[in-house]
């Protein structure tokens, strides 16, 4: 089985700081999907940045990027320019690529709760 | 695209009684959706994965009699808690996976809080 693992239960930065948010994760697969989802005080997850495990180039969205280091199964979130609307609790999350119709499940990481600080 | 709504938003019962939850993709069609209980400050657990037209798949230690969950038709999937009691006070979410060329996704509901008194 696959597990996710989030070692930072919380995390604060300055605004306009930069801040990179950990995730680790357990996998006998080669094919697979990675995850960041962010979930504010409102409770709906948004998704902030996918990454497939056969691509190389660490996928990025805006002031969001990822450092994928397959090898080392590490998916970490680096977060740039942070702004206020950036607080709130960041899940990593991974999916097996066995199915090419988005029906596989997600395993969640425990979360980071973030805090942007002004 | 891809909106996922879910209602209600929050509910209270009285311990006892039973509360349908409806999961809705509003732009696209889901063959699949995942129902998803989240308590405060904790991740979420996935309960079941629910598939049209046929008999939904609960993670273990999740009773099956107690959440029951109804796939019937691409669009809707419902979450019924029979019996319900205290502990089963929750957020309750669910998501639908888009089928794609390529590679689809999961997209989540707003979550619904389940208050049983």
């Known amino acids: 089985a696959q597990t996710v693992t989030q070692s930072q239960p919380e995390m604060s930065v300055q605004e306009a700081e930069t801040v990179t948010l950990s995730c680790t994760y357990d996998t006998s697969e080669s094919d697979y999907y990675l995850f960041w989802y962010k979930q504010p005080p409102s409770r709906q997850m948004i998704l902030v940045i996918r990454q497939e495990a056969y691509k190389q180039q660490n996928a990025t969205e805006n002031r969001f990027s990822v450092n994928f280091q397959k090898a080392a199964k590490s998916f970490s979130l680096k977060i740039s320019d942070s702004q206020l609307g950036d607080a709130a609790m960041y899940f990593c999350a991974y999916r097996s690529g066995l199915s090419n119709f988005g029906n596989e499940k997600l395993t969640f990481g425990t979360g980071t709760r973030l805090t942007i600080i002004p | 695209g891809a909106v996922v709504s879910q209602h209600p938003s929050w509910v209270i019962c009285k311990s006892g009684t039973s509360v349908k939850i409806e999961c809705r993709s509003l732009d696209f069609q889901a063959t699949t959706m995942f129902w998803y209980r989240q308590f405060p400050k904790q991740s979420l657990m996935l309960m079941a994965t629910?598939?049209?037209?046929?008999?939904?798949?609960?993670e273990q230690g999740v009773e099956k009699d107690k959440f029951l969950i109804n796939h019937a038709s691409l669009t809707l999937s419902t979450l019924t808690v029979t019996s319900a009691h205290p502990e089963d006070s929750s957020f309750y979410i669910c998501?639908?996976?888009?089928?794609?060329?390529?590679?689809?996704?999961?997209?989540f509901g707003p979550g619904t809080r389940l208050t049983v008194l």
């Open positions: 998501s639908a996976a888009r089928a794609a060329a390529g590679r689809g996704g999961q997209f």
């Open positions: 629910s598939n049209e037209g046929s008999k939904a798949t609960y």
